[in-house]
């Protein structure tokens, strides 16, 4: 049931960024001014956090889909959920332990405009 759950959370929570994404590029046809203001306001620590969120959210979803299609598709795969969903969470925590520390080092380097 985790598994489901978190699926349907990451993959609401990567729309809505797209969406919030899509938003802020689209004002530099608006107003290059009001683009730069938020793009600054992206940068800051709290920021480099989200962005360790979304990384993490993607990767979940991303192993999590593979599963799924490997569940759908193969019987093999329909006996081994459990592994497999163990499997998912192994790669997601190889990414993110790959991924948040040299994230946080840049964005924590670059507080006081170093």
């Not at 940068?43 to 993490?56: R, W, Y």
């Amino acid at each position: 049931m985790w598994s489901w759950v978190l699926h349907r959370i990451t993959g609401i929570a990567i729309f809505f960024f797209l969406l919030v994404h899509v938003l802020d590029t689209a004002l530099i046809r608006v107003s290059p001014e009001a683009y730069n203001a938020v793009i600054g306001t992206y940068k800051n620590p709290i920021m480099g956090l989200g962005e360790v969120a979304l990384v993490g959210a993607i990767a979940y979803h991303a192993y999590n889909g593979l599963r799924i299609i490997l569940v759908d598709f193969w019987s093999w795969a329909t006996r081994h959920q459990r592994q497999l969903w163990w499997g998912v969470i192994g790669l997601w925590a190889v990414t993110m332990l790959g991924f948040t520390p040299r994230h946080l080092i840049n964005v924590f380097s670059q507080i006081g405009g170093h």
